[in-house]
């Protein structure tokens, strides 16, 4: 779970240039690769959750750790929030809380976690807390919590009741949307700033319109992000052939999805609802970064802390072939900035099939996310990715409004601009069907 970007876009942070970070980890050799800033997903309860969703791809995590108590002990705690701190040379960190299910680690490990915060931080440091939760856990003590130390809660909701509940269920296989909007209405009572993250599967992929409405008009969501699920067999928690299961969202179906969103956000909500693959979308347009890794051309900076302090390249590749290591033997810093991780985030670009690196929208989508790219390409190499067509799809729909948006962006306007553009062109369409 991320926070959204706002719009217009601005320009690049001059803190995150290398040259304007501050100084390296006290007692820690000169690290000229580091990045002066990176995401950490921090799982305290590993891939243990209360939930049973059946596409969920990290519950069979579990069988990397054998025995294991899944539970983050205070020593790990202490790690990892002195390690954070200490890593990153800009005035913005993010403590970002996963899982699994987060909030089974209770409110009292929550605290400890803020405390040490308090404790530790550098007095310029800014610190912003996340975390993403199914939210049926969520009661007003918690929605109090999150409140007053100004969390940012992601919440899982797939859609409308229906649609939420195909995949997304308990232990026992019961439903879970009224449990989800329980603890939604705790949140948005204590006023808690919060996302909605929607995966799309093969029960919601061709209802889009419809689950960016219910989204928007029915819970008041302003920041959402849609994630699609592809779904392979695992053996050991490692997934692999070219097979997915029949709750993955179909090749052309993400593209078909964000496109009935993306006719509605276009028209109605820019710059009042910010869609994470939209603004991702628009700033790879305008020639910034975006906010997420899957569409830019490197990666590496996103990566995944276990609750037992391993750290591994990316949440979507918590696997042997991917441990960089343990905070408890290695500085985080020293794993983030290792050959090994280097050479991970360089790959995503290096290893594109030569159909991307052709493409005429490579510079909006990038191949996508390494994790997907076992498909086939359409001169037979293997390593394409598996939404191909509907990265293709989405993004030579969208491309005339995003570079209307991005040219006023650069001539000073404002994207939501936009909305009035569109509704010369459906007017002007009208008129014409009426002849």
């Keep these: 779970m991320t926070d959204q970007g706002a719009t217009p876009i601005p320009l690049p942070d001059p803190s995150l240039r290398p040259e304007?970070?501050?100084?390296?980890?006290?007692?820690?050799?000169?690290?000229?690769?580091?990045?002066?800033?990176?995401?950490?997903?921090?799982?305290?309860?590993?891939?243990?959750?209360?939930?049973?969703?059946?596409?969920?791809?990290?519950?069979?995590?579990?069988?990397?750790?054998?025995?294991?108590?899944?539970?983050?002990?205070e020593q790990v705690l202490e790690q990892y929030i002195r390690q954070l701190l200490e890593a990153h040379r800009t005035p913005e960190v993010t403590v970002a809380w996963q899982g699994g299910e987060p909030t089974m680690m209770g409110l009292d490990f929550f605290r400890r976690a803020v405390a040490l915060v308090e404790a530790l931080r550098r007095p310029d440091q800014q610190v912003e807390h996340t975390i993403q939760t199914n939210a049926t856990l969520i009661t007003d003590e918690w929605a109090q919590f999150?409140?007053?130390?100004?969390?940012?809660?992601?919440?899982?909701?797939?859609?409308?009741?229906?649609?939420?509940?195909?995949?997304?269920?308990?232990?026992g296989g019961r439903p879970t949307f009224d449990r989800v909007m329980t603890g939604l209405s705790a949140l948005r009572r204590a006023g808690v700033r919060w996302n909605a993250l929607t995966t799309v599967n093969a029960a919601n992929e061709a209802h889009g319109r419809a689950v960016y409405t219910f989204l928007r008009d029915g819970l008041g969501a302003q920041f959402i992000q849609f994630i699609p699920i592809v779904e392979r067999d695992t053996v050991?928690?490692?997934?692999?052939?070219?097979?997915?299961?029949?709750?993955?969202?179909?090749?052309?179906?993400?593209?078909?999805?964000?496109?009935?969103?993306?006719?509605?956000?276009?028209?109605?909500?820019?710059?009042?609802v910010y869609v994470q693959a939209f603004d991702s979308a628009l700033a790879n347009w305008v020639g910034v970064?975006?906010?997420?890794?899957?569409?830019?051309?490197?990666?590496?900076?996103?990566?995944?802390?276990?609750?037992?302090?391993?750290?591994?390249?990316?949440?979507?590749?918590?696997?042997?072939a991917h441990l960089l290591g343990n905070i408890g033997d290695r500085h985080m810093l020293e794993l983030v900035a290792s050959p090994q991780q280097v050479a991970f985030g360089r790959a995503k670009r290096d290893s594109l099939t030569r159909q991307c690196r052709t493409c005429d929208v490579r510079f909006a989508c990038h191949g996508g996310c390494p994790k997907d790219r076992f498909a086939t390409s359409a001169d037979g190499e293997p390593g394409q990715h598996f939404l191909c067509p509907s990265y293709l799809d989405?993004?030579?729909?969208?491309?005339?409004?995003?570079?209307?948006?991005?040219?006023?962006?650069?001539?000073?306007?404002?994207?939501?601009?936009?909305?009035a553009w569109y509704r010369r062109r459906d007017d002007r369409a009208a008129r014409n069907l009426g002849r």
């Excluded at 999150?146 to 232990?171: C, M, N, W």
């Excluded at 179909?250 to 009935?260: D, K, R, V, W």
Aim: charged share 20%; aromatic share 10%.
């Design 289 to 320: 970064p975006g906010a997420v890794c899957v569409h830019r051309e490197v990666c590496g900076t996103a990566l995944a802390l276990e609750h037992n302090g391993d750290v591994y390249s990316c949440d979507h590749f918590v696997e042997p």
């Design 236 to 272: 050991g928690g490692v997934p692999h052939g070219t097979e997915v299961t029949d709750r993955s969202v179909s090749p052309s179906g993400y593209g078909t999805f964000l496109i009935e969103v993306f006719e509605e956000w276009v028209r109605h909500d820019v710059g009042s």
């Design 394 to 419: 989405l993004f030579h729909h969208i491309d005339l409004p995003m570079r209307f948006m991005a040219d006023r962006l650069r001539s000073g306007g404002y994207a939501d601009e936009v909305m």
């Design 20 to 73: 304007a970070a501050g100084p390296g980890v006290p007692g820690l050799p000169d690290l000229p690769g580091a990045p002066p800033a990176f995401h950490m997903l921090t799982k305290p309860t590993g891939a243990i959750c209360n939930l049973d969703c059946t596409y969920c791809f990290f519950l069979s995590k579990e069988e990397l750790y054998p025995g294991s108590p899944f539970r983050m002990n």
């Design 146 to 171: 999150l409140a007053e130390k100004d969390f940012l809660v992601g919440v899982s909701i797939d859609g409308p009741q229906q649609l939420h509940d195909t995949y997304r269920v308990d232990k």
